[in-house]
């Protein structure tokens, strides 16, 4: 059979990315390197992502060297894989940023095809080995059939078939949690396992995380993101399933300090007051615990929902990333003009579930501040109408808490009577596809930025 490709459609994908920055994100949103027949447009591609993901301008001489770092060693002087050959070519190539949609379709159309077309051969390899070569024929159609698909969003299940798939997948489940591990993604924490039951990637859960300014949601995420790691190295250390948080407004020093926080118990003022040369060697020896924790950050600047998925689809593969926080909402945007902002926030919400969770296997924790509303109210709990674009924000996400604290809104003279704790802390459940809403309480202490499980746990639906 001859292999499908077409070479003008790669180079004018490439041609396009390295004359028009803009065009990579549209690129990388539909292709990943194995989409090129040619090794070396792979190499090339391969070689923007990383860029990307180093926050860097993508232009010819940085794409050279990247795209030679990331070839084996054993292929490097290959004359197939003369990178810097293949570059300047594409310099002199024409390619107009609009018509690169045309260009990426049809890669994917042929790289799709491939896989159908290997699927075929390999089926025919089975059927000519096999002493049964009809009864092999019959799986191999079937293997052949689901290679299909793959190359088709659009999968069709009859009634029997979708019951039939899930009652299998109910019992991969049963079988995890008979091997005494947790299904979904868990952070051994109940005020958030309890409402969720375990985040599923499959389903690209997108889970909205807001709060006041101030009320520590993005320290609560990242403590959560931290246990997450460590069940996971204790759980499935086999699999390395990793979390990443996209930071786009804390630096490397703030997110370490955080970090350094909760692993310490230390407080902002022993971090940034000058600590003694014994006491950083303490909290490296906590930190050495640690360290091969499938846990990574990101501070590049992301305002752009398509680089953002670029960037996650990177360490994806790289590092089997299933956990996504996003810090936060108001930094996301999105090409296109947009009469008011709720729908703009309407269209980042739907690339976000659909373009970024579902198709990549990833759950998100999206970071988002809510508004003042609650100060001018006698009840001060959060509502949903507090989260700016709710509607828009709610159509998306599979839950949508508050990160509130009473402590933070209670008048001077209620703190004097006691009735306040400065730690109590609650997640207010306002959206929840497991149907099920209320309060769940936990112990915050924003000294030290940890959070605890609250000896009594607050329940019922409302």
């Given at each position: 059979m001859?292999?499908?490709?077409?070479?003008?459609?790669e180079?004018?994908?490439?041609?396009?990315?390295?004359?028009?920055?803009k065009a990579?994100?549209?690129?990388q949103?539909?292709?990943?390197?194995?989409?090129?027949?040619?090794?070396?447009?792979?190499?090339?591609?391969?070689?923007?992502?990383?860029?990307?993901?180093?926050?860097?301008?993508?232009?010819?001489a940085t794409?050279?060297?990247?795209?030679?770092?990331?070839l084996?060693?054993?292929?490097?002087?290959?004359?197939?894989?003369?990178?810097q050959?293949?570059?300047?070519?594409?310099t002199q190539?024409?390619?107009?940023?609009?018509?690169?949609?045309?260009h990426v379709?049809?890669v994917?159309?042929?790289?799709?095809?491939?896989?159908?077309?290997?699927?075929?051969?390999?089926?025919?390899?089975?059927?000519?080995?096999?002493?049964?070569?009809?009864?092999?024929?019959?799986?191999?159609?079937?293997?052949?059939?689901?290679a299909?698909?793959?190359?088709?969003?659009?999968?069709?299940?009859?009634?029997g078939?979708?019951?039939?798939?899930?009652?299998?997948?109910?019992?991969?489940?049963?079988?995890?949690?008979?091997?005494g591990?947790?299904?979904?993604i868990?952070?051994?924490?109940a005020?958030?396992?309890?409402?969720?039951h375990?985040?599923?990637t499959?389903?690209?859960?997108?889970?909205v995380?807001a709060?006041?300014p101030?009320?520590?949601?993005t320290?609560?995420s990242?403590?959560?993101?931290?246990?997450?790691?460590?069940?996971?190295?204790?759980?499935?250390?086999?699999l390395?399933?990793?979390?990443l948080?996209?930071?786009?407004?804390?630096?490397?020093?703030?997110?370490?300090?955080?970090?350094?926080?909760?692993?310490?118990?230390?407080?902002?003022r022993?971090l940034?007051?000058?600590?003694q040369p014994?006491?950083?060697?303490?909290?490296?020896?906590?930190?050495?615990?640690?360290?091969?924790?499938?846990?990574?950050?990101?501070?590049?600047a992301?305002p752009?929902?398509?680089?953002?998925?670029?960037?996650?689809a990177?360490?994806?593969?790289a590092?089997?990333?299933?956990?996504?926080?996003?810090?936060?909402?108001?930094?996301?945007?999105i090409?296109?003009?947009?009469?008011?902002?709720y729908?703009?926030?309407?269209?980042?919400?739907?690339?976000?579930?659909?373009?970024?969770?579902?198709?990549?296997?990833?759950?998100?924790?999206?970071?988002?501040?809510?508004?003042?509303?609650?100060?001018?109210?006698?009840d001060?709990?959060?509502?949903?109408?507090?989260?700016?674009?709710?509607?828009?924000l709610?159509?998306?996400?599979?839950?949508?808490?508050?990160?509130?604290r009473?402590?933070?809104?209670?008048s001077?003279e209620?703190?004097q009577?006691?009735?306040?704790?400065?730690k109590?802390?609650f997640?207010?459940?306002?959206?929840n596809?497991?149907?099920r809403?209320g309060?769940?309480?936990f112990v915050?202490?924003?000294?030290?930025?940890t959070?605890?499980?609250a000896?009594?746990?607050?329940?019922p639906?409302?």
């Amino acid at each position: 059979m001859t292999r499908m490709v077409d070479h003008d459609a790669e180079r004018a994908v490439l041609a396009a990315c390295v004359l028009h920055p803009k065009a990579f994100p549209i690129a990388q949103g539909k292709l990943s390197p194995s989409d090129f027949a040619d090794p070396t447009n792979a190499a090339v591609f391969r070689g923007m992502i990383e860029i990307a993901v180093a926050g860097l301008t993508i232009e010819p001489a940085t794409v050279v060297e990247a795209a030679r770092k990331s070839l084996p060693s054993s292929s490097s002087n290959s004359p197939l894989l003369d990178v810097q050959g293949r570059v300047q070519e594409l310099t002199q190539t024409r390619c107009e940023p609009r018509n690169i949609s045309a260009h990426v379709s049809a890669v994917k159309r042929l790289a799709g095809l491939r896989h159908v077309e290997l699927s075929l051969q390999r089926a025919m390899t089975k059927i000519n080995d096999s002493a049964d070569p009809d009864a092999v024929a019959a799986s191999a159609m079937e293997d052949l059939l689901r290679a299909t698909a793959s190359s088709n969003a659009d999968v069709t299940l009859s009634y029997g078939e979708l019951h039939d798939r899930y009652q299998a997948k109910l019992r991969e489940e049963a079988e995890i949690v008979r091997s005494g591990k947790k299904v979904g993604i868990r952070f051994d924490f109940a005020p958030i396992d309890n409402y969720t039951h375990g985040m599923r990637t499959e389903d690209g859960d997108l889970m909205v995380m807001a709060g006041a300014p101030g009320s520590g949601k993005t320290s609560v995420s990242m403590s959560l993101m931290r246990r997450y790691a460590l069940m996971e190295r204790m759980e499935r250390p086999e699999l390395r399933r990793a979390a990443l948080f996209e930071s786009m407004e804390m630096g490397e020093n703030s997110t370490g300090m955080r970090w350094s926080q909760m692993i310490g118990t230390l407080t902002t003022r022993e971090l940034r007051g000058g600590m003694q040369p014994q006491k950083i060697e303490a909290l490296k020896a906590l930190t050495d615990r640690e360290r091969d924790i499938p846990l990574y950050a990101n501070f590049a600047a992301s305002p752009n929902v398509e680089q953002l998925k670029s960037r996650i689809a990177y360490h994806r593969n790289a590092h089997n990333v299933r956990l996504v926080v996003v810090d936060h909402l108001a930094y996301l945007d999105i090409e296109g003009f947009y009469k008011d902002e709720y729908l703009k926030q309407a269209k980042i919400a739907h690339y976000l579930k659909h373009e970024i969770c579902k198709p990549l296997g990833v759950c998100m924790i999206l970071i988002a501040h809510s508004n003042k509303a609650s100060a001018m109210r006698d009840d001060p709990r959060p509502r949903m109408s507090d989260l700016a674009g709710s509607q828009q924000l709610a159509g998306k996400a599979d839950y949508i808490n508050f990160v509130y604290r009473p402590w933070d809104s209670a008048s001077e003279e209620a703190k004097q009577t006691g009735i306040y704790s400065e730690k109590e802390a609650f997640f207010v459940w306002t959206k929840n596809r497991n149907e099920r809403l209320g309060d769940s309480s936990f112990v915050f202490d924003g000294s030290t930025m940890t959070i605890e499980d609250a000896t009594s746990y607050l329940t019922p639906a409302v």
